[in-house]
């Protein structure tokens, strides 16, 4: 997707954070699974790090990024024997802590014992990593609806990793309107299906994939949502990787109003100069949700006031505002080969990097380009890909 397929009258801009003030690191717990996903990234399986190595790599990951925000995956990560001591050191750094997660082991506790602990040991939010790519899920809608009712239950904020795969298009406006009736439910984390093989190896376009483009049509068309920001690609500022949404919606009306480039530039830049960092995942303060919502809706009103409409209509059958909820949605494409001139690119310094043999590698490509100590690299990886991608990183 280019900037020439927004709405020429929103005005977005891309977020472009500097290499070493990018608010987000992501920490490999295990490379070890109990599901076998389509087109995981992952490609060898065996490895469990110990607790050890684990704090010396989110201490250099955080010597080398300004991060707000740990998300730690795997693998799978609620299987690795030490998760609660993990979760209170990455607590320690004063950051908010993500997992992400397929869920089974927590459903399959009936007494949420695991999940209670990791609450009481700093956890902040949950990826819930659930979708139709999962054979071990016979019915992944209902999965999704029992995990949330017990996040609901701890006040754990959970977020849905949903992969969009082909002939599963268009479907985030429909589970917008499905989960949104549950108040921890704070929005999407969603990737395009994409070979990460045929990237490193064959250069090859998924052209006959999913497309950011159709994704931004369905949701504009079906929930009336914009885009408030846009990560780029390496390479071209006017290339797409990330498309961001932050809004407000209405779980009864499905009302939507999202907050517009310009008021999510403002905030961005107030942040950046206050807290002398980039804002990425920091939750919302629940006491002070109305106050920020009106806020936010009277500034991007007097903003653009042909907005004033759309606002009002959010309020309405809300219940003094209680049934609205604040989510994020972020789609993220993957690494690229572009045939018209022979480059390669990822995302803009990439805010899911991993750390991996000591340095950032983006998490969607380590074990390709720098596969862990003792596992054998995948055969056909071009060794100019890695050197693009450890001199956009500033390796």
Not at 34 to 62: A, H, M, P, Q, W
Not at 216 to 231: E, I, M, N, R
Not at 261 to 284: C, V
């Amino acid at each position: 997707m280019k900037t020439s397929d927004f709405d020429k009258n929103l005005a977005i801009r891309p977020w472009k954070p500097k290499i070493d003030m990018v608010p987000h690191l992501t920490i490999e717990t295990n490379m070890t699974c109990n599901f076998r996903c389509k087109s995981c990234y992952n490609k060898n399986r065996s490895r469990v790090k110990t607790l050890e190595e684990i704090k010396r790599e989110i201490d250099l990951g955080l010597s080398m990024r300004k991060a707000d925000t740990i998300t730690l995956l795997g693998g799978e990560p609620s299987i690795h024997p030490e998760l609660p001591e993990i979760i209170s050191y990455v607590k320690s750094k004063g950051v908010v802590t993500q997992m992400l997660t397929n869920g089974f082991v927590f459903l399959s506790d009936p007494d949420d014992t695991l999940l209670k602990q990791l609450k009481q040991n700093g956890l902040d939010r949950v990826l819930l990593h659930i979708d139709e790519g999962q054979e071990e899920y016979e019915n992944p809608m209902e999965s999704i609806h029992r995990f949330l009712k017990k996040t609901e239950k701890l006040d754990i904020l959970t977020t849905l990793s949903w992969t969009i795969y082909k002939g599963g298009e268009g479907r985030i406006p429909d589970l917008i309107r499905e989960f949104s009736v549950y108040p921890n439910f704070d929005g999407f984390l969603s990737t395009l299906e994409r070979s990460f093989d045929e990237m490193v190896q064959h250069r090859v376009i998924n052209s006959e994939g999913p497309h950011l483009k159709n994704e931004y049509d369905s949701l504009l068309q079906s929930l009336s949502l914009q885009p408030s920001v846009y990560l780029p690609s390496s390479l071209e500022g006017h290339s797409i990787s990330w498309l961001v949404y932050l809004y407000y919606v209405n779980s009864v009306t499905q009302r939507t109003f999202y907050l517009s480039p310009a008021l999510t530039r403002l905030y961005q830049n107030l942040y950046l100069r206050t807290k002398k960092q980039e804002l990425f995942g920091i939750p919302p303060v629940h006491r002070f949700f109305n106050l920020t919502l009106m806020a936010a809706g009277i500034l991007d009103c007097l903003i653009n006031p042909g907005r004033t409409g759309s606002f009002l209509k959010l309020l309405q059958q809300s219940k003094g505002m209680s049934l609205l909820r604040y989510q994020y949605l972020a789609i993220q494409d993957g690494p690229r080969y572009h045939a018209e001139n022979g480059s390669f690119s990822i995302c803009y310094h990439c805010p899911d990097a991993t750390i991996r043999n000591g340095k950032l590698s983006p998490v969607c490509l380590a074990d390709r380009i720098s596969p862990n100590p003792g596992d054998t690299p995948p055969a056909g990886v071009a060794l100019d890909i890695q050197a693009i991608v450890y001199e956009h990183l500033n390796q």
